[in-house]
């Protein structure tokens, strides 16, 4: 299996680009191939003045009130890879490096500002402002996979709500972003804000003047001043994968659906859906945040990887959600290899129950087609059906029922039936 460009992709879709009066937000999360990444849901909270929090790798100030978040996130860190809260915020980020040097010691990942932005704030702007902050508090760095070997990175992120999007790349402490309020926008693992500018880290000029980066004359791109002379193989090949992300949106333009989002990102021949030697698509997200405040939000998770052999399952906030204790990772304690010194010295077993359904399925699948075949129509058709309903409630053909708060347990307990 050849090596492909290690990278994530995010994507989103603002009327008139979306098909209804609906705002689609989506996210490949592509990860070392054997990581497994879990859905969890924290509901809102109230934290004593004082209060610290614990992030992957370091403490830092609690708020007082932290918003309900559901997450899909590699099971051995504290922030997360994709995920939305209860206000009807959704952010995913990406891996980039920049001509700042990346921060060899612990900070906070780039993960725990995405969870920490959905955490504390109630608009996609005010969890960009959330971001920053606290870049700027604490940094960013630490090792971002579960291994001994060096890996960390920069981040970008695509914050979204139901009015608007914000592209909000950054380099160590710095940042620019850019407001998106209509069509179709995507990212991928290299700096794609150049000189439509939102907002910016007030010294971000001066930094790249005073590094010789920048002449100081002329128009700023931040995209030509930030990017290496000599970028990382892992940017370049992800130009491949930003082009091919642009040109399924833009053929979709104008009538992109939660549906048409999925397809986007099971694509292969445009490694959006990403299998490669080293990395994979380990989990995936799709969002549709109506407009219409009255109507409810809706994200779908696989909780699996690969989402061309795995199926979406809806999401809602509601006063009763239960637990879906099938998709959470076993929990370690003092004795996890991220909590000891020297980290990850060892391995173990973060596999959950629908993961180890999920790699019977795919056994299946490759030793026995026909099975397997049979297998995922009964379950793309159960997605459909999810869909259909959602569908028809967005659209006031049915009431919304006390049950929705069930429906990610239910889906997730008949898929694992359905393998079993």
């Known amino acids: 299996m050849a090596e492909g460009p290690r990278s994530c992709d995010c994507f989103v879709s603002l009327p008139p680009g979306s098909k209804h009066d609906q705002v689609i937000f989506g996210k490949n999360s592509d990860r070392p191939r054997d990581e497994v990444q879990e859905v969890t849901y924290y509901p809102a909270a109230n934290h004593p003045p004082g209060s610290v929090l614990e992030c992957t790798y370091i403490q830092i100030p609690q708020v007082e009130r932290t918003h309900a978040v559901v997450l899909s996130k590699p099971a051995w860190m504290w922030g997360a890879e994709m995920g939305a809260n209860d206000q009807g915020v959704c952010i995913g980020n990406e891996a980039v490096w920049t001509k700042e040097e990346?921060?060899?010691?612990?900070?906070?990942?780039?993960?725990?500002?995405?969870?920490?932005?959905?955490?504390?704030?109630?608009?996609?702007?005010?969890?960009?402002?959330?971001?920053?902050?606290?870049?700027?508090?604490?940094?960013?760095?630490?090792?971002?996979?579960?291994?001994?070997?060096?890996?960390?990175?920069?981040?970008?992120?695509?914050?979204?709500?139901?009015?608007?999007?914000?592209?909000?790349?950054?380099?160590?402490?710095?940042?620019?972003?850019?407001?998106?309020?209509?069509?179709?926008?995507?990212?991928?693992?290299?700096?794609?804000?150049s000189t439509e500018i939102s907002a910016e880290h007030p010294e971000l000029r001066a930094v790249a003047q005073a590094q010789g980066w920048?002449?100081?004359?002329?128009?700023?791109?931040?995209?030509?001043?930030?990017?290496?002379?000599?970028?990382?193989?892992?940017?370049?090949?992800?130009?491949?994968?930003?082009?091919?992300?642009?040109?399924?949106?833009?053929?979709?333009?104008?009538?992109?659906?939660?549906?048409?989002?999925?397809?986007?990102?099971?694509?292969?021949?445009?490694?959006?859906?990403?299998?490669?030697?080293?990395?994979?698509?380990?989990?995936?997200?799709?969002?549709?945040?109506?407009?219409?405040?009255?109507?409810?939000?809706v994200h779908f998770f696989?909780?699996?990887?690969?989402?061309?052999?795995?199926?979406?399952?809806?999401?809602?906030?509601?006063?009763?959600?239960?637990?879906?204790l099938r998709v959470v990772s076993p929990q370690f304690g003092p004795d996890d290899p991220v909590r000891k010194q020297p980290r990850f010295q060892s391995k173990v077993d973060r596999r959950h129950d629908l993961y180890k359904a999920h790699q019977v399925a795919l056994h299946t699948m490759e030793t026995n087609p026909d099975e397997g075949l049979v297998i995922y129509e009964i379950l793309r058709e159960l997605e459909s059906q999810c869909l259909s309903e959602i569908s028809a409630m967005l659209n006031?053909?049915?009431?919304?029922?006390?049950?929705?708060?069930?429906?990610?347990?239910?889906?997730?307990?008949?898929?694992?039936?359905?393998?079993?």
């Open 396 to 420: 006031g053909e049915i009431t919304e029922s006390d049950e929705l708060g069930d429906l990610f347990f239910d889906c997730v307990d008949t898929e694992i039936k359905f393998y079993q």
């Open 302 to 324: 696989t909780a699996t990887p690969d989402p061309s052999r795995s199926i979406f399952k809806p999401f809602l906030f509601t006063d009763c959600i239960t637990p879906v």
């Open 102 to 193: 990346v921060n060899p010691g612990e900070a906070l990942l780039g993960m725990d500002l995405l969870r920490l932005g959905l955490e504390r704030g109630d608009t996609a702007w005010n969890a960009l402002s959330v971001i920053t902050e606290l870049l700027q508090q604490h940094g960013q760095g630490g090792q971002c996979r579960e291994d001994p070997k060096p890996f960390s990175y920069h981040n970008t992120f695509l914050l979204v709500d139901r009015s608007e999007a914000w592209v909000l790349e950054t380099a160590g402490r710095l940042w620019v972003a850019q407001k998106v309020t209509e069509g179709v926008k995507n990212i991928s693992n290299q700096l794609t804000v």
């Open 214 to 297: 920048w002449d100081g004359q002329g128009v700023f791109n931040f995209g030509q001043v930030f990017t290496p002379e000599q970028p990382p193989a892992r940017m370049e090949l992800a130009k491949q994968r930003y082009r091919g992300g642009t040109e399924l949106l833009q053929q979709h333009d104008g009538s992109v659906t939660a549906e048409v989002m999925m397809s986007i990102l099971r694509d292969k021949p445009s490694g959006i859906c990403m299998d490669s030697e080293g990395f994979r698509t380990t989990g995936s997200m799709v969002s549709l945040l109506p407009r219409d405040p009255s109507l409810p939000c």
